[in-house]
């Protein structure tokens, strides 16, 4: 890989460190604040809003800025109309979730730039041409089945994401572990894609910055344009990499099953999968049994780092067989610290 992507990175890495900080002051002086006074509220302390709006714009600005001085991803695998699509998609997220904090929106109209974002990214080229069979040759996808799959994917992840931010550094955290694992796999002799490896290494670094400011106790939180700019992001590399659905399954895969099995349990009762605030969630019965907010979220990256490891071992049926266990202990974990706490 060229020689200018260490300094870049480091480079991204510190603006979006230092601009973090200037981030939370301007939330501060507009006022858009997370109030522990309000329901459902965990923190001591009024927490800014908007954090994740500032690595998510250096993710934005620096890969606008190789792709125009150094032509590096559109020289690979990737369209530049597909680059700046997924672009255009995390700005409408951006927007959305800033209004969002600002207004508690209901949920029917947020949920409109998700949309928004998926669809954009859809029509500029993001898909699947083909997904592998474990079993066997890989499925071959026509233009208007990867439409629907490109679309609900990005929408599964970006909710996953969203509804995982309940523990100070912990989407940020399962995204690092997400995007390391998209960049490694993209730099193995099998697949290499250093197109998606440096946009994968670009997002990871951003992610740090805010990181650091995040974990418990935080300085700042994600807001909504951070809580689904990141799944969104997630969703688009593993799609962009080749469908590596399977890496990002077995990297999300506990938050993702959690989100199903509470959505289950939900509908079971006989209300809304979206209604939220009943403490079912896995990282939540987690805190009520006595977790602390680190302690969770190293349980998280760990088994999402333990889990998206092999990816880079494994064969497909293999990989197939490691999410079904990991499910398996996903719905054992969930049900044994539920009866704890009951």
Request: with cysteine; aromatic share 12%.
């Amino acid at each position: 890989m060229p020689f200018w992507i260490l300094p870049v990175l480091l480079c991204a890495f510190a603006l979006s460190t230092l601009g973090v900080f200037w981030g939370m002051r301007i939330a501060v002086r507009v006022g858009v604040l997370d109030l522990p006074a309000l329901p459902k509220k965990n923190h001591a302390f009024p927490t800014p809003l908007w954090g994740g709006v500032v690595p998510i714009l250096i993710f934005i600005i620096g890969g606008v800025g190789i792709e125009l001085t150094t032509h590096f991803f559109s020289s690979g695998t990737l369209s530049q109309l597909t680059l700046w699509g997924l672009f255009n998609a995390l700005i409408i997220l951006l927007i959305g979730g800033m209004w969002d904090d600002i207004k508690s929106l209901p949920p029917k109209v947020s949920f409109l730039f998700p949309v928004l974002g998926a669809v954009l990214a859809t029509v500029t080229g993001m898909g699947v041409s083909k997904i592998t069979n474990p079993f066997g040759d890989p499925f071959v996808i026509t233009a208007s089945v990867s439409a629907v799959i490109t679309f609900t994917w990005l929408l599964c992840v970006t909710y996953t994401t969203k509804l995982l931010d309940g523990v100070d550094g912990l989407v940020s955290g399962v995204g690092m572990v997400g995007t390391l694992m998209i960049a490694a796999l993209a730099l193995t002799e099998r697949w290499y894609q250093p197109d998606i490896a440096l946009l994968a290494l670009l997002f990871f670094v951003v992610l740090l910055g805010f990181f650091l400011w995040n974990v418990a106790p935080a300085k700042v939180f994600l807001g909504e344009a951070g809580s689904t700019a990141i799944g969104f992001t997630l969703g688009a590399l593993s799609i962009m990499g080749g469908s590596k659905f399977a890496t990002l399954l077995l990297v999300v895969g506990l938050p993702a099953l959690d989100v199903a099995f509470v959505m289950i349990r939900r509908i079971r009762s006989g209300r809304s999968p979206f209604h939220g605030g009943d403490g079912l969630h896995f990282h939540t019965v987690l805190q009520r049994s006595g977790w602390s907010a680190r302690k969770i979220v190293m349980l998280y990256m760990t088994t999402a780092f333990l889990f998206g490891v092999t990816t880079l071992l494994f064969s497909s049926w293999q990989k197939l067989a490691v999410l079904i266990m990991l499910g398996i202990l996903a719905l054992f974990g969930m049900i044994f610290f539920s009866r704890k706490i009951a």
